[in-house]
C-alpha cells in the first residue's frame, strides 16, 4: 500500500460519512503531524526569520515521517485493530463514493494543494466525544463535526492528577 492509499484509507475509516471539508481537515491535520516528526534543521543567529536558514519554510516530510503519522494509532483510533471501522482500511469497498473522495482529497493533501482550515491543528476528536486531554484546550477550529486542537512542540496532552494518599 503506497502513502497516498494509507491516508485515503484512515480518511476513509476516520470521516468517510462526513463532509468533505471534514476530511480535507483531517488530511491537513495528519500532514501537519508528519511535518511535527520532521526534525528541526538549526537556526542561523541573528538571521531574519525569512532570511536563508530562518525557517521561514521547514522541508516536507518524507516518506518515513507520512507513515508514521498516517498510521499512528493514538492520533487515528481506527488504526487499531480492535476499532469497529478498522476494517474499511483493510479492505474498503470497491466503487465505494466515499473512498473514490478521500483518494482526491489525499492526493491533494500529499501534493502541496490543500489549504490547511484547521489552523495548524495536531489533535482532533469528534464533536460528540470530549476526551480528557481537550477538557482545558481551546479548539483552533471545528469542522464537520470534528475538533481541531494545536499543542505546542513538547506540549503533552492533559493527564488526570495522581491520586492522593489520604490518612486513615
Same mark, same amino acid.
Given at each position: 500500500?503506497?502513502?497516498?492509499?494509507?491516508?485515503?484509507?484512515?480518511?476513509?475509516?476516520?470521516?468517510?460519512?462526513?463532509?468533505?471539508?471534514?476530511?480535507? %481537515? &483531517? +488530511?491537513?491535520?495528519?500532514?501537519?503531524? @508528519? =511535518? #511535527? /516528526?520532521?526534525?528541526?534543521?538549526?537556526?542561523?543567529? *541573528?538571521? $531574519?526569520?525569512?532570511?536563508?536558514?530562518?525557517?521561514?519554510?521547514?522541508?516536507?516530510?518524507?516518506?518515513?515521517?507520512?507513515?508514521?503519522?498516517?498510521?499512528?494509532?493514538?492520533?487515528?483510533?481506527?488504526?487499531?485493530?480492535?476499532?469497529?471501522?478498522?476494517?474499511?482500511?483493510?479492505?474498503?469497498?470497491?466503487?465505494?463514493? %466515499? &473512498? +473514490?473522495?478521500?483518494?482526491?482529497?489525499? @492526493? =491533494? #493533501? /500529499?501534493?502541496?494543494?490543500?489549504?490547511?482550515?484547521? *489552523?495548524? $491543528?495536531?489533535?482532533?476528536?469528534?464533536?460528540?466525544?470530549?476526551?480528557?486531554?481537550?477538557?482545558?484546550?481551546?479548539?483552533?477550529?471545528?469542522?464537520?463535526?470534528?475538533?481541531?486542537?494545536?499543542?505546542?512542540?513538547?506540549?503533552?496532552?492533559?493527564?488526570?492528577?495522581?491520586?492522593?494518599?489520604?490518612?486513615?
Amino acid at each position: 500500500m503506497d502513502i497516498a492509499e494509507a491516508l485515503s484509507r484512515t480518511l476513509l475509516a476516520e470521516a468517510g460519512t462526513r463532509p468533505v471539508r471534514a476530511i480535507e %481537515a &483531517l +488530511a491537513a491535520l495528519a500532514m501537519n503531524r @508528519a =511535518r #511535527a /516528526l520532521m526534525p528541526r534543521p538549526e537556526r542561523i543567529p *541573528g538571521a $531574519a526569520p525569512f532570511a536563508r536558514g530562518g525557517h521561514a519554510r521547514l522541508p516536507e516530510p518524507g516518506t518515513r515521517e507520512l507513515l508514521a503519522a498516517f498510521r499512528d494509532p493514538f492520533l487515528f483510533p481506527s488504526r487499531n485493530p480492535r476499532h469497529p471501522a478498522h476494517g474499511l482500511i483493510l479492505s474498503p469497498p470497491p466503487g465505494d463514493g %466515499a &473512498l +473514490a473522495v478521500c483518494r482526491r482529497v489525499a @492526493a =491533494r #493533501a /500529499l501534493s502541496g494543494a490543500l489549504a490547511d482550515p484547521t *489552523g495548524s $491543528a495536531t489533535h482532533w476528536h469528534p464533536a460528540d466525544t470530549l476526551p480528557a486531554w481537550a477538557v482545558a484546550r481551546e479548539a483552533s477550529a471545528e469542522i464537520g463535526g470534528l475538533v481541531f486542537y494545536r499543542l505546542e512542540v513538547g506540549e503533552r496532552p492533559a493527564s488526570p492528577a495522581a491520586p492522593a494518599l489520604v490518612a486513615a
